[in-house]
């Protein structure tokens, strides 16, 4: 399944703020759970870092669900 889109407005974002922006999670409480447990991948590999950094063309993979950071 193709990565939706979502466009941010600076530079880079922390991956805990984009799982939540691109409708991944419901909360910032369920971001921390789902990278704790391992649930989450940024371009293939799994993160564990709720602080990472994500720059335009990074993809986060959470599930069934994918979605592509771009620049807005």
Do not use: H
């Amino acid at each position: 399944m193709e990565p939706v889109d979502v466009p941010i407005r600076d530079d880079s974002i922390r991956l805990g703020q984009f799982l939540k922006l691109a409708s991944l999670i419901d909360s910032g409480a369920d971001a921390k759970a789902v990278i704790a447990d391992g649930l989450v991948s940024v371009n293939g590999e799994v993160e564990l870092r709720r602080g990472r950094q994500l720059r335009p063309g990074d993809t986060v993979s959470l599930g069934d669900g994918s979605a592509r950071v771009t620049q807005g």
